[in-house]
């Protein structure tokens, strides 16, 4: 049986670290599918439990140098707490490593000022000379290479060793990591110090002694505080996924035995009654069975507007009641539940991989390795080319080398998609918009051609019964009799505009309407029903004209209700046209604008439909669209979209039923509408929790600046190393200075990345 899990990872120090985990248990006989994310130190797996136990995975993990734990949202707490520990572990070792390195870095830069006597002038002419000489001579003990070699070992070897250790396994896994470049690096100046200090061949140069403790502690040093920016800056990237988190209320109040119970939200069982009392979050999902009041969904939709609920109405578990208590019984519980569903589709967005990430990913793979033979190139030319193999000048091609190693860490280019697409994804779930994963999200950023469903997306989709018309001869039927048997024809449609007829007949007639005795829905085009012994249609002119009744006599009407952009549909009873039920939708009141807007953004905009044209017209020049699809039947509008596909657009459907979801499927990308179907929101590759056509413009708006973050984030990572490395081998960039822009690189991705914060949608 093949099951999924999310495990956290901890210790991961590069984006070639997630590489390594990747492939090491893609190996693994079991194992379906594995990706591994850097930026969220997650990795999402499936796997076969009858080949492979998920502790054999994790042991797996471990054995490669790194942690792992189930990651479920049950333990949240204890995973953020872990993550927690971490850091701190990480700012304790940053903290001493700095203590330790201090005098190395004090010697560094006063020797440069030329503070590096070891004697004392006290022939000196001024007071100021005299004093200028006493400290050099008093600091002439932070060049001493025993005092050096004691504070170096320390911070090289066992502060170091996680990079030692992390290498070991990368190696071992036949991985190249950033670790390695550090221990590289470290370990060449460390050793060549060592060497120079035991034989005390000591020169001068630029006023400093020739070994470079300083170098090997300060590279770790800083490389340690730029880990540990970069955890607390990527703990802000999850930010969005760790509020969802904790929307999850704690307790619940349950009816048992006629009791009232608090019981854990754990423990709620699907069909129990539970009280919800003023200012109480709703724990699980469900449906009123008593009372009336006001429920703010506004964490989970972004609507700040509260909705009125009455019996019958859904209830969504973490909203938040505002004034009257209610009972309502448990339909959704636990990972079943709307609020679990987001927090699952969130996460699942975050760690996916937009296209454009194989880009930095591919170049990862191969950048270690070539950063290795750059920085042995570096030194084979500085010291047999231009040195001439000269031995007492080693020390210059070794720091270059050291140079090159330190200043080529891939973090960056590692970090410069998944925490922009993080971010964008979690401002995006905090403005009511659930985009699936990062390939959505890139494409998103391209479309130019955007086509709307009509009924439910530019409508309403809620359409009211407008005229009853009964056509000569009748049948002997009256208006209410006809009303009645298509109300009950109606009664299993799930169509609007069968919804509305059965809504109407309900109110009208004041009473229960009972069932058909067959019920045929025909997917854009009508139902067929056998109600006491009579054979009812009802449904578009196509429909009746398959059966092969005659048209003729509602034509006239027909053209007029259309021209008055109400839906029409026909009613036949007994195989003779009996009557037309006329329906209006009412256009969305933000329809308008929001076509406006997306023109605005330089789309082309479409509206598809079953209905016929007239009504499409009516309703297309109200919302202010020029281009109507009309008479489209369900199976039809993937074709219709296909077309467009084939002419060089790149596509977005808008939809809600579950006809829309084909042409969700086929377009370059879905857009759902929250409160559709099902289908349309598991096809849709964006779903838009509220009903607000808003969130369009401002889904497109969030994904192109999403993807300008990208870019910019791998631009500079690129330009980084491309100007970087060059100036690391031609001697002009020191090791110390080179670990510090390389922490400096990351950061500044992240900081990019987290400038997405600050995004407003559009709301006008």
């Excluded at 730029?226 to 990237?237: D, I, M, N, Q």
């Excluded at 079943?336 to 969130?346: D, F, G, P, Q, Y």
């Excluded at 019920?519 to 029903?529: D, I, L, Q, S, T």
């Amino acid at each position: 049986m093949v099951e999924s899990v999310s495990l956290k990872v901890f210790g991961m120090t590069c984006a070639l670290c997630s590489a390594t985990i990747e492939s090491s248990l893609e190996r693994l006989d079991g194992v379906t599918r594995i990706k591994v994310n850097y930026a969220t130190e997650k990795a999402l797996l499936e796997y076969d439990n009858t080949k492979v136990q998920l502790p054999d995975i994790i042991k797996k993990i471990e054995h490669l140098g790194f942690a792992a734990a189930e990651h479920e949202g049950k333990d949240v707490n204890s995973q953020l707490d872990r993550g927690e520990i971490e850091r701190n572990k990480m700012r304790r070792l940053f903290i001493i490593a700095a203590v330790f390195s201090s005098p190395l870095m004090l010697a560094m830069i006063l020797g440069g000022l030329g503070f590096c006597h070891d004697y004392f002038d006290p022939n000196t002419q001024t007071k100021w000379g005299a004093f200028i000489e006493y400290i050099r001579y008093r600091t002439s003990i932070l060049h001493d290479w025993r005092l050096q070699l004691a504070v170096a070992t320390p911070v090289q070897f066992i502060i170091g060793f996680r990079f030692y250790k992390h290498s070991f396994y990368a190696l071992r896994a036949k991985k190249a990591t950033m670790d390695l470049l550090v221990v590289i690096g470290t370990t060449a100046a460390y050793f060549y110090s060592l060497y120079i200090s035991l034989f005390e061949t000591f020169t001068i140069y630029w006023g400093m002694k020739d070994i470079y403790f300083e170098a090997s502690s300060v590279i770790i040093t800083l490389v340690l505080l730029g880990k540990y920016l970069e955890s607390v800056a990527k703990g802000r990237t999850s930010k969005a996924i760790q509020a969802l988190i904790e929307l999850k209320p704690k307790t619940a109040r349950v009816l048992r035995d006629g009791a009232e119970v608090d019981i854990p939200v754990e423990e709620v069982q699907i069909g129990e009654i539970i009280i919800v009392k003023p200012g109480e979050q709703v724990p699980v999902d469900g449906v009123i069975t008593e009372g009336y009041s006001v429920v703010d969904e506004s964490m989970l939709t972004g609507e700040s507007i509260p909705i009125d609920k009455k019996e019958t109405d859904f209830v969504t578990g973490a909203s938040l009641n505002k004034f009257g208590s209610f009972k309502f019984r448990a339909t959704k519980v636990g990972n079943e539940t709307v609020l679990a569903h987001i927090i699952k589709m969130v996460e699942e967005a975050q760690n996916s991989k937009a296209p454009i990430q194989k880009i930095a990913d591919t170049v990862c793979g191969y950048f270690v390795p070539l950063v290795v033979l750059a920085a042995i190139g570096t030194f084979c030319i500085w010291y047999f080319v231009i040195y001439n193999g000269t031995f007492f000048v080693i020390d210059r091609p070794i720091l270059y080398a050291v140079a090159v190693l330190v200043v080529s860490c891939p973090c960056a280019l590692g970090l410069a998609t998944p925490t922009a697409l993080m971010v964008g994804m979690g401002k995006g779930a905090q403005n009511g918009i659930l985009i699936k994963n990062g390939a959505e999200l890139e494409t998103a950023c391209k479309v130019n051609t955007i086509v709307f469903d009509k009924t439910g997306t530019i409508t309403t989709g809620k359409p009211e019964v407008t005229d009853i018309i009964l056509l000569d001869p009748a049948n002997g039927y009256d208006e209410n009799e006809v009303l009645k048997l298509a109300a009950i024809a109606e009664k299993k449609s799930e169509h609007p505009l069968g919804t509305a007829i059965y809504q109407k007949g309900k109110e009208r007639l004041a009473a229960e309407l009972a069932d058909a005795e067959k019920f045929e829905a025909v997917p854009g085009k009508g139902v067929h029903a056998e109600i006491q012994g009579k054979s009812v249609i009802i449904g578009t002119p196509k429909m009746i004209a398959e059966y092969h009744i005659d048209l003729q006599k509602a034509e006239e009407k027909l053209f007029a209700l259309h021209s008055e952009g109400k839906t029409a549909v026909l009613m036949a009873i007994n195989g003779i046209l009996t009557g037309i039920i006329a329906l209006a939708d009412k256009l969305k009141p933000d329809a308008p604008a929001v076509v406006a807007a997306l023109k605005k953004m330089g789309t082309e905009i479409y509206m598809i439909t079953g209905d016929n044209r007239k009504t499409a017209q009516a309703v297309a020049e109200r919302a202010g669209i020029k281009n109507i699809l009309a008479e489209v039947l369900p199976e039809n509008k993937a074709a219709e979209i296909e077309k467009m596909k084939a002419a060089g657009k790149i596509v977005a459907m808008v939809g809600d039923g579950i006809n829309d979801a084909p042409a969700l499927a086929k377009a370059d990308t879905g857009f759902a509408i929250g409160t559709g179907s099902d289908v349309a929101i598991e096809t849709g590759g964006i779903v838009l929790l509220k009903d607000n056509l808003f969130t369009i413009p401002t889904a497109l708006k969030l994904s192109r600046k999403t993807m300008r973050k990208v870019k910019q984030n791998l631009f500079w990572a690129f330009i980084y190393n491309v100007i970087g490395i060059p100036f690391a081998a031609t001697g002009n960039l020191s090791p110390v200075i080179a670990a510090a822009a390389m922490a400096f690189s990351s950061i500044s991705v992240l900081l990019n990345s987290l400038s997405l914060k600050r995004f407003k949608g559009t709301t006008t």
